[in-house]
T-cell receptor, first 115, second 112 residues
Framework: GAVVSQHPSWVICKSGTSVKIECRSL??????MFWYRQFPKQSLMLMAT?????????EQGVEKDKFLINHASLTLSTLTVTSAHPEDSSFYIC???????????FGPGTRLTVL | DAKTTQPPSMDCAEGRAANLPCNHS???????VYWYRQIHSQGPQYIIH???NNETNEMASLIITEDRKSSTLILPHATLRDTAVYYC?????????????FGTGTRLKVLA
């Protein structure tokens, strides 16, 4: 149980294009989903927290207009990187929690490369 | 937010116990300690969590000191597949939202 999937697992795009990453909780309903970014040889950095049906809460320094997060259902959240640039190339990981106080279960990650 | 401090790397012989320490001296009374591990290029995997009592599951044991300022994750019989980066996290609660603040983690290498 407690499986979280991400799609795609990797994506390569041209600079200036937008990329959408999906995060799904497969066997539980997630009231809260989180989005992280991880650069090579670094730790995970929380980007934003999203609750189903509400606007996402972004961490300080994360541009909400660049990283659009939608959490339209209890099993799906999407992260759209708008007008991607090479510096946005990173490993993006989502996690989901059934209830606010429960542990987070992480997806396998999406590797984004912007040329 | 409470922060954690872990040694950057550790080695452990296969079959031996791996003891991974974590300091969280600024932890608050209602903050839990979580442990996850991340194998290269994958998402973190949940291992165990606790508040103040020691905990054990099929993967590991978690020992939390009485003052809760530090904890130790114990992998009783390490295997090569346990080679990973292990993160000790103190879960922060702000306005009803619980979020993880990841530290730098410990890179555990299990040696044959």
């Amino acid at each position: 149980g407690a499986v979280v999937s991400q799609h795609p697992s990797w994506v390569i795009c041209k600079s200036g294009t937008s990329v959408k990453i999906e995060c799904r909780s497969l066997d539980f309903q997630a009231t809260t989903m989180f989005w992280y970014r991880q650069f090579p040889k670094q730790s995970l950095m929380l980007m934003a927290t999203s609750n189903e049906g509400s606007k996402a809460t972004y961490e300080q320094g994360v541009e909400k207009d660049k990283f659009l997060i939608n959490h339209a259902s209890l099993t799906l959240s999407t992260l759209t990187v708008t007008s991607a640039h090479p510096e946005d190339s990173s490993f993006y990981i989502c996690s989901a929690s059934q209830n606010p106080g429960n542990e987070q279960f992480f997806g396998p990650g999406t590797r984004l490369t912007v040329l | 937010d409470a922060k954690t401090t872990q040694p950057p790397s550790m080695d452990c012989a296969e079959g031996r116990a791996a003891n991974l320490p974590c300091n969280h001296s600024t932890i608050s009374g209602n903050e839990y300690v979580y442990w996850y591990r991340q194998i290269h290029s994958q998402g973190p995997q949940y291992i165990i969590h606790g508040l103040k009592n020691n905990e054990t599951n099929e993967m590991a044991s978690l020992i939390i000191t009485e003052d809760r300022k530090s904890s130790t994750l114990i992998l009783p019989h390490a295997t090569l597949r346990d080679t990973a980066v292990y993160y000790c996290i103190v879960r922060a609660a702000t306005s009803g939202t619980y979020k993880y603040i990841f530290g730098t983690g410990t890179r555990l290498k299990v040696l044959a």
